[in-house]
T-cell receptor
Framework: QQQVKQSPQSLIVQKGGISIINCAYE??????FPWYQQFPGKGPALLIA?????SEKKEGRFTISFNKSAKQFSLHIMDSQPGDSATYFC?????????????FGKGTKLSVIP | KAGVTQTPRYLIKTRGQQVTLSCSPI?????VSWYQQTPGQGLQFLFE???????NKGNFPGRFSGRQFSNSRSEMNVSTLELGDSALYLC????????????FGSGTRLTVV
């Protein structure tokens, strides 16, 4: 499986602002795209996930936008809060038979300043 | 419900030694995966077990090995430790596939000196 490229590496956003993190992939066989949130000293926790037959998925303040033709997907955090300060990872997987792993982006460290 | 439990939380080992890490999955989960997390390489897949069988393996040397027991608990072993093995080792469990209940533990921080 090829890599997933994530940008930016770090992001500083004012409280109440919109945080946007982008990911791009090469392998068109990927069919599951989750986003994970990781706080220091903890393991990654699933935030939201999308499949390529949907262009957008929203859960509370978190939205995934998916562009299949461009092979890109992004996470939008609306009304960002200091408690959202964490490292965010995009990931991709082929959920069909024979593949049971996630390929992760390198992560984005988000700091939300009051 | 109890989450994924990894023990120990921290380990310090000397180069050349070997180490065994343990992972207890969420009750009912039969798949256990292991990842290595480093600042430089990020999260990299090591291997995955389901019903005591290794189904998938990442691109790591043979010094990294694992196993799964009949109660779904898993261990990973690293032999002949190198300084570059210093990392956070994460375990994730699921019912089967990555899109079905995939949950990470808090990890074991391994430092090789």
């Amino acid at each position: 499986q090829q890599q997933v490229k994530q940008s930016p590496q770090s992001l500083i956003v004012q409280k109440g602002g919109i945080s946007i993190i982008n990911c791009a992939y090469e392998n068109t066989a990927f069919d599951y795209f989750p986003w994970y949130q990781q706080f220091p000293g903890k393991g990654p926790a699933l935030l939201i996930a999308i499949r390529p037959d949907v262009s957008e998925k929203k859960e509370g303040r978190f939205t995934i936008s998916f562009n299949k033709s461009a092979k890109q997907f992004s996470l939008h955090i609306m009304d960002s809060q200091p408690g959202d300060s964490a490292t965010y990872f995009c990931a991709a997987s082929i959920t069909g038979a024979g593949s049971y792993q996630l390929t992760f982006g390198k992560g984005t460290k988000l700091s939300v300043i009051p | 419900k109890a989450g994924v439990t990894q023990t120990p939380r921290y380990l310090i080992k000397t180069r050349g030694q070997q180490v065994t890490l343990s992972c207890s999955p969420i009750s009912g989960h039969r798949s256990v995966s292991w990842y290595q997390q480093t600042p430089g390489q990020g999260l990299q897949f090591l291997f995955e077990y389901f019903s005591e069988t290794q189904r998938n393996k990442g691109n790591f040397p043979g010094r990294f090995s694992g196993r799964q027991f009949s109660n779904s608990r898993s261990e990973m072993n690293v032999s002949t430790l190198e300084l570059g093995d210093s990392a956070l080792y994460l375990c994730a469990s699921s019912f089967n596939r990555v899109d079905y209940g995939y949950t990470f533990g808090s990890g074991t921080r391994l430092t090789v000196v």
